[in-house]
Structures are given as structure tokens and as C-alpha cells.
């Protein structure tokens, strides 16, 4: 019998620069960008508290140091606020559970992806932990955080012990812009549905392929369940074109040794890293907020 692991670690990648967000996000880290009334990476924080995350790493650099300071406690702005009778306003700003701890780690050298993971080792030790891209944002309209998404993938996990990576389908016209699966069993293709989760052995991923040469039209979404193993492969992983150590290297080797589940994504997202996508995310996050 497989020994059960649960999940309560997170690492959000933060480092990057943002320059599709030029030149909104010149002085502002474009994870700080709102989406209606609250900055983008409120809503990836409260999807991984939903999940049960507990202890989210946040992996940045000097100049993103608002995002850590957003999810602390501002005891002065709050006494002013309640001295003025604003009760409601004042704790709707500390709405991070007292079991949820935030902490950022500094990158350093800007060396890709797996780099930013690997740094967040000292913190998550030997638990498994979940890796959140923060330009993707899951519509928290369209499914059940609770149930959905990460927190399927993390209940997933904890049964089978597999890495486990989000997936979704997309049009044929997109799919060399994505990371596609290559599914164990082709076949296993006809049993996607759109109304729940589902979950599929993988046996590999295909960079940005062309569509002749795509293996599915699974595209790898921005969220991830590792085994903690994943940080012996990061660490041995030899930096690849532009100097960057790849996290897609030390996936590869995990297929290869532990094997590695997708789970399909349900609801919608939104690249929240891109303007035109940003842009349109800001209107709907808006009109469904003025709608409440």
C-alpha cells in the first residue's frame, strides 16, 4: 500500500521581469496588476489556499519586495482604518488565514524556471509542493477551487504518488505556441469531457511542436505537483539555450524514473503575463465583481 503524502507546500515564481507588460509594469510587478478589484496574484494565492495549501514561497528578486509586502499586515493603515469606523474595509485586507504563512526567497541569478524552483528547496525540504505560475490565472467563476483543478491534483498525487501536471486543450491553430502531452495511451484521448477532472499517464512533452508533429492538443497549463525528487534533478540539471535551467529537463527525468500523471484542466483561464489576454481578463474580473 502506496504511503499517503499531503500536499502544503507552494512555490510562485515571481523573478520575471514582465516585459510583454511593458510599460504597465515598469514600476509596478506586473503580479501586482489588477485583475477587477485585486492585483493578479491575489487570485493564484487564494486558488492555492483553497486547495490547502499552507506555507506558500514566493521566489523573487529585490525589486518585486510589494508583492511579499501586499500579503503583510499593515498595522498602521489598519488602526486608521478601524479608528474611522472601517471595520469591514480593514479586514477584508487581512484576509490570509492565520495558518497560512507567505514567505519570499530571492532568486538571485535569473537562470530559467527550474533555477527558481530549485532555490525554493531550503523551505519545502522533503515534502512534495505544488508550483504555481502566476501569469495563469484559473476563472474562480467557472469551477470549484476546493475540488478542481490543483486541489484534484494534489488529492491525485496523494493516491498515486505521481507528479502530476494541469493540461488543457487547445485549438489547433495554438498548439505550437504550448508544452504538448504525449499521452502513455493515445487512445485515452476519447474519454476527455469537459464537465470534471480526468487523469492520464504521460509519457513525454513536445516543445512548441507543429501541429503535423503534435502529439495531442493537451497544452500544460501553469500548475504542477512535484515529488520533492524533482529538486536532485533540478540540481543536476545542466543549464540549456540562453543559460537557463529548464524545469521541462527534470520533468523528463521524473517520467522516466516515477512516472508522471496529467490531469486535464476544468473552466477556463487567462494568461495574465500577456496584454491583450490581460486586458480582457481585467473587464471580466470587473463585470462580474460589479455584478455581485
Do not use: C
Amino acid at each position: 500500500m502506496l504511503m499517503t503524502f499531503q500536499v502544503t507546500h507552494a512555490v510562485i515564481p515571481v523573478a520575471g521581469f514582465g516585459t510583454r507588460m511593458l510599460p504597465l509594469s515598469k514600476s509596478v510587478p506586473k503580479e501586482l496588476l489588477p485583475l477587477g478589484n485585486r492585483p493578479a496574484i491575489h487570485y493564484v494565492i487564494e486558488e492555492a489556499i483553497a486547495a490547502g495549501i499552507k506555507h506558500i514561497v514566493l521566489v523573487g528578486h529585490a525589486q518585486k519586495s510589494a508583492i511579499e509586502n501586499y500579503f503583510d499586515v499593515n498595522a498602521e493603515l489598519d488602526n486608521q482604518l478601524r479608528a474611522k469606523g472601517k471595520d469591514e474595509l480593514a479586514d477584508s485586507l487581512n484576509w490570509l488565514p492565520e495558518d497560512v504563512s507567505v514567505s519570499m526567497i530571492r532568486q538571485g541569478k535569473p537562470l530559467g524556471l527550474g533555477h527558481a524552483v530549485l532555490k525554493a528547496r531550503p523551505i519545502v525540504g522533503d515534502n512534495p509542493f505544488a508550483v504555481l505560475l502566476p501569469d495563469v490565472v484559473l476563472n474562480p467563476y467557472t469551477t470549484d477551487m476546493s475540488t478542481d483543478n490543483l486541489s484534484y491534483m494534489m488529492r491525485a498525487f496523494s493516491e498515486s504518488q505521481h507528479s502530476q501536471i494541469l493540461v488543457s486543450a487547445v485549438a489547433d491553430e495554438d498548439v505550437h505556441k504550448y508544452g504538448i502531452a504525449k499521452l502513455e495511451d493515445a487512445q485515452q484521448l476519447a474519454q476527455l469531457t469537459d464537465n470534471k477532472n480526468a487523469n492520464f499517464a504521460v509519457a513525454g512533452f513536445v516543445e512548441k511542436p507543429d501541429l503535423e508533429q503534435a502529439p495531442s492538443n493537451l497544452a500544460v497549463v501553469g500548475r504542477y505537483v512535484f515529488t520533492p525528487t524533482i529538486f536532485d534533478y533540478l540540481a543536476e540539471t545542466k543549464p540549456s539555450v540562453g543559460g537557463e535551467i529548464q524545469l521541462t529537463d527534470a520533468i523528463d527525468s521524473l517520467i522516466s524514473t516515477q512516472g508522471v500523471d496529467v490531469t486535464t484542466m476544468l473552466g477556463d483561464s487567462f494568461d495574465a503575463g500577456d496584454m491583450t489576454s490581460y486586458m480582457q481578463a481585467f473587464i471580466y474580473f470587473a463585470q462580474k465583481q460589479l455584478q455581485a
